[in-house]
């Protein structure tokens, strides 16, 4: 894993912590009772989380690229 990895999994993990904060979804898998409906939701959470982190940094590095090749 490189550093873009590990700060995009960063990234993740503060958006996907706030996302739950302002749903209120608290579901922690390894503490609570197995629950299928809070699973999905958390693991959805996540999952737009790191989709959303992705994209965003995939189309900022993009326009780095793009402005190093006019350069």
Do not use: C, P
Request: glycine residues 2%; positive net charge; hydrophobic residues 50%.
């Amino acid at each position: 894993m490189n550093k873009k990895d590990w700060i995009r999994i960063l990234i993740t993990y503060i958006l996907a912590t706030l996302i739950r904060a302002l749903a209120g979804v608290n579901y922690n898998l390894f503490h609570d009772k197995f629950d299928l409906i809070l699973f999905l939701k958390d693991f959805s959470i996540w999952t737009v989380s790191y989709i959303l982190v992705s994209l965003v940094m995939s189309s900022v590095s993009k326009g780095k690229d793009k402005k190093a090749v006019e350069n």
